[in-house]
């Protein structure tokens, strides 16, 4: 079972839609959880993190993670052209992985004028 | 103000012949974290220097080697290469993070293995 589980899409939706992106994981020692931006052609661009569990929300964004169910999720309100991009979930924190990201293999976003 | 620098951008070896990446992190950051992003695939990390040690590292082979100078820039180093090294490097740079929050990544190089 890989540590962070991550559904790959791809994601197809009209502009103005409300996008749900998910991930589990098995590590229960994760305590940062993060979402991560990459256009095409460039590197990953932190978009939203939590520490533990809870929600917190930034615009359009809201994050929301569930520790007891080893689930985290990204909403994006009225989804625009300029949101098409992967997102990817990434974890860290606790135990020997202080240090690393681990990562979700990404969904691929589409949002279609 | 320069963000993490990455060179080269693109890259084509043949197999078994050995490759050196760049990286110059964000100006402030003091760590360097390497990862590989294969096609379709999230980045898995390779491993971390902060003051010019190794601080951690992933599931990589011994063809995989590091180094940070002490002006914080670092390099990756992959000896024999493979056909399934082709991917792109991404570096990442801190200021001493451990929970991961306040990395800041490069474009990246992609590596193209034949």
């Known amino acids: 079972q890989k540590e962070v589980e991550q559904d790959p899409g791809p994601l197809s939706v009209p502009e103005g839609a409300i996008v749900s992106l998910n991930c589990t994981y098995s590590?229960?020692?994760?305590?940062?959880f993060m979402w991560y931006r990459q256009y095409s052609r460039k590197g990953p661009e932190l978009l939203m993190y939590?520490?533990?569990?809870g929600n917190k929300e930034d615009g359009r964004f809201t994050a929301q993670v569930d520790k007891s169910s080893k689930y985290i999720s990204l909403f994006i309100r009225d989804s625009q052209p300029s949101d098409s991009a992967t997102y990817l979930c990434?974890?860290?924190?606790?135990?020997?992985?202080?240090?690393?990201?681990?990562f979700g293999k990404g969904t691929l976003l589409t949002v279609n004028p | 103000d320069a963000g993490v620098t990455q060179s080269p951008t693109h890259l084509i070896k043949t197999r078994g012949q050995q490759v050196t990446l760049r990286c110059s992190p964000k100006?402030?950051?003091?760590?360097v974290s390497w990862y590989q992003q294969a096609l379709g695939q999230g980045p898995q990390f390779i491993f971390q220097?902060?003051?010019?040690?190794?601080?951690q590292r992933g599931n990589f082979p011994d063809r995989f080697s590091g180094h940070q100078f002490p002006n914080y820039s670092s390099e990756l180093n992959v000896n024999a290469l493979l056909l399934g090294d082709s991917a792109l490097y991404l570096c990442?740079?801190?200021?001493?993070?451990?929970?991961?929050?306040?990395?800041?990544f490069g474009s990246g190089t992609r590596l193209t293995v034949v």
């Open positions: 990442a740079s801190s200021l001493g993070e451990k929970g991961g929050v306040g990395y800041t």
């Open positions: 590590n229960s020692a994760f305590q940062y």
């Open positions: 939590t520490y533990s569990s």
């Open positions: 990434a974890m860290s924190g606790g135990g020997g992985s202080n240090y690393k990201l681990t």
């Open positions: 100006s402030g950051h003091d760590t």
């Open positions: 220097y902060y003051e010019e040690e190794e601080r």
